[in-house]
C-alpha cells in the first residue's frame, strides 16, 4: 500500500494542473474571504454638535467570562458597602410590545460599567420568575412569585423568590469573582427589540418596558439617595429610560437586554469568527475539481488501464486515491484558512466589525475543521469520478449535493428556517458546522438560522454527515469499480 500511495502521490505533484489546483485552493479562498470581509460594514450614525452627522463602529462590552454581551438597561441604584440585601415586590411589569424575555426586577451589580459582574433576580414577560447572573447564567424561580430577594455575604449572592413575602423559597446561589467591597444595588428594567415579523421595530424606535415596585427594602450600610443611569446607552448620549416615584414605590422603565451577545439576530453585534472564512465555498469548488479529475482524467486518458493492471485489487487503487487527494487538500486547505482568518479579522475589524472572542484551541478547531471539509470535499469528488467516469458529470453532481445546498441554507435568508435546517441536516453541507462558535442561549431570543452563522448540528455531528456521503459514495465506486471494466 505505501508504494501505491508514492505513486499517486507521484502522479498528483508531476501533474501541472493538479499542482495549479492544490495552489488555488489557498488562493480562492484567501483572495474571496477578504474580498467578502473587506465589504462587510458594522457602523451607526448619531447627531453631533452643529447639527452634523457622526458615525462610529458597532461595539458591544466584554463580560466576566470574556464573552461579548449586551449589558444595556436602565438602572435605579444606590452604594451597597459591604454585605446586605435588597428585597422588592414587582406589582406589574408592562409594555406596549411585552416581550417572553422583557425582564424587571433587583440587581446587585459591581458597577455601572457596561459587562460588569452581576447577579439578578427578576419577573420575565412570559418566561417567569429567573435568577441571572454573569449574561449566561440562568435558572428558573417559583412560578406566580412576585417578590424578590437578593443577599450578599461577601462575594456570594444568594437569590430567593416569594408569593406572600413571608415564606422565602432559596432559588440559587452565585460568587461573583470581582465583585468590590462597595457595589451597586436597587432596581432595573429592559426589554429587547422586537426583530421580526409584524412586530418588528423599525430603526430609530424603541419599545420600553416598565416595572412597577413597591416594599422596597435595603439592609446594609448604603451610601446616597436612589440615582438613575442608563447603563450601556449609544453615543449619542440618549437615555436607555427613566424612572419616577409611585407612591411608597417606584416604576423603572428602560429598553435593551442583559444577555450574552449572539449577533445581529438577536439585536447584538457579534461577528462569528466563522465570517472571516466565508469564501470557502470557491476552495470546496477547487477541491471537487481536483478530486473528480484525478481519478476521471486517468479514464479520459486511458491510463486507468495502466493503474489496474499494476494494482489489480481495484478497491486499493481506489483508496490510494482518495487519501493523496485528501491529504494535499487538508494542507492546501488549511494553509488558506492560516492565511484568511488573520487577514479577514482585520479587515472585518477595520470596518467597524465586533469579532467574537475565541480560544486558540476553538479557533484551530475551525481552521483544522475547515480543511477537513476541503479534505472530504476532495474525496467525495474522487469517488464521484469512479462513479460517472466523466469530470463534468462528477464537478456537477458533487457541486449540486455539496455547494448548492450550502448556498440556498446560508446565503438566502427568503429561504424558511425549517427548511434551511432540514438542508442542513441531511446534505453534506452540514459539515459547516464545525465553525459554529457562538452558543444558543435559552434566555435570548433569536431567529438562529442558518442565514446567522447557526447550523442545527453540532460541529462534529455536522462533519460526520459529510463523512457519511463520502463514504456511502467510496462503496458506491468500489463496488462499481470491481465490476465494469477499465
Not at 449586551?70 to 406589582?91: E, W
Not at 435568508?413 to 441531511?426: K, N
Not at 453541507?429 to 457562538?438: E, N, V, Y
Request: proline share 5%; with cysteine; hydrophobic share 45%.
Amino acid at each position: 500500500m505505501t508504494a501505491l500511495l508514492h505513486a499517486e502521490w507521484t502522479k498528483l505533484r508531476t501533474v501541472r494542473g493538479w499542482v495549479i489546483a492544490m495552489l488555488f485552493v489557498p488562493i480562492m479562498t484567501v483572495g474571496l474571504s477578504a474580498l467578502i470581509s473587506s465589504g462587510s460594514e458594522c457602523g451607526y450614525q448619531f447627531p453631533g454638535p452643529n447639527g452634523q452627522m457622526l458615525s462610529g463602529g458597532c461595539s458591544a462590552p466584554t463580560g466576566p467570562g470574556g464573552e461579548l454581551v449586551q449589558d444595556k438597561f436602565y438602572f435605579v441604584h444606590q452604594a451597597l458597602a459591604g454585605n446586605g440585601s435588597i428585597t422588592a415586590r414587582i406589582t406589574a411589569l408592562t409594555s406596549s410590545n411585552l416581550q417572553p424575555w422583557a425582564k424587571a426586577g433587583i440587581i446587585i451589580k459591581a458597577n455601572t460599567v457596561p459587562g460588569s459582574a452581576y447577579a439578578a433576580m427578576m419577573v420575565t414577560g412570559a418566561r417567569g420568575v429567573r435568577m441571572q447572573w454573569n449574561f449566561t447564567q440562568d435558572t428558573a424561580g417559583m412560578p406566580g412569585a412576585h417578590w424578590l430577594r437578593l443577599v450578599r455575604s461577601g462575594d456570594t449572592i444568594t437569590g430567593y423568590d416569594s408569593a406572600d413575602g413571608a415564606r422565602w423559597t432559596k432559588v440559587g446561589a452565585v460568587t461573583l469573582g470581582g465583585l468590590r467591597s462597595t457595589a451597586q444595588v436597587g432596581l432595573f428594567a429592559t426589554t429587547p427589540q422586537p426583530q421580526s415579523g409584524a412586530a418588528a421595530v423599525s430603526v430609530g424606535q424603541t419599545v420600553n418596558a416598565t416595572g412597577t415596585f413597591d416594599q422596597i427594602i435595603v439592609a446594609g450600610a448604603t451610601r446616597g439617595s436612589w440615582a438613575g443611569t442608563s447603563i450601556g446607552e449609544g453615543p449619542d448620549g440618549l437615555p436607555t429610560g427613566a424612572y419616577q416615584q409611585t407612591g411608597a414605590g417606584l416604576s423603572v422603565s428602560g429598553h435593551g437586554d442583559i444577555a450574552p451577545d449572539t449577533g445581529e439576530g438577536a439585536g447584538g453585534t457579534a461577528t462569528p469568527i466563522s465570517h472571516t472564512l466565508d469564501g470557502l465555498f470557491a476552495g470546496m469548488i477547487v477541491a471537487i475539481v481536483l478530486g473528480t479529475s484525478f481519478i476521471t482524467a486517468e479514464y479520459r486518458r486511458g491510463m486507468i488501464r495502466t493503474t489496474l493492471a499494476a494494482c489489480p485489487r481495484r478497491g486499493r487503487v481506489l483508496a490510494a486515491k482518495a487519501v493523496v487527494a485528501g491529504a494535499a487538500t487538508f494542507a492546501a486547505g488549511f494553509i488558506g484558512c492560516a492565511i484568511a482568518e488573520p487577514l479577514g479579522s482585520h479587515l472585518l475589524r477595520s470596518h467597524g466589525n465586533v469579532l467574537e472572542p475565541v480560544t486558540s484551541l476553538t479557533l484551530l478547531r475551525v481552521e483544522a475543521g475547515t480543511a477537513a471539509v476541503f479534505a472530504a470535499t476532495a474525496v467525495l469528488g474522487v469517488a464521484l469520478g469512479a462513479v460517472f467516469r466523466r469530470g463534468a458529470d462528477a464537478v456537477t453532481t458533487a457541486i449540486v449535493v455539496v455547494i448548492v445546498p450550502w448556498f440556498l441554507a446560508v446565503s438566502s435568508p427568503a429561504l424558511p428556517t425549517t427548511v434551511a435546517d432540514w438542508l442542513l441536516r441531511v446534505s453534506p453541507s452540514a459539515a459547516l458546522a464545525i465553525q459554529q462558535t457562538i452558543p444558543r442561549y435559552p434566555q435570548v431570543i433569536s431567529d438562529y438560522a442558518p442565514h446567522d452563522g447557526f447550523f442545527p448540528l453540532a460541529p462534529l455531528a455536522g462533519f460526520a454527515v459529510l463523512c457519511a456521503w463520502t463514504a456511502a459514495a467510496l462503496w458506491l465506486a468500489a463496488r462499481l469499480l470491481r465490476r465494469r471494466d477499465a
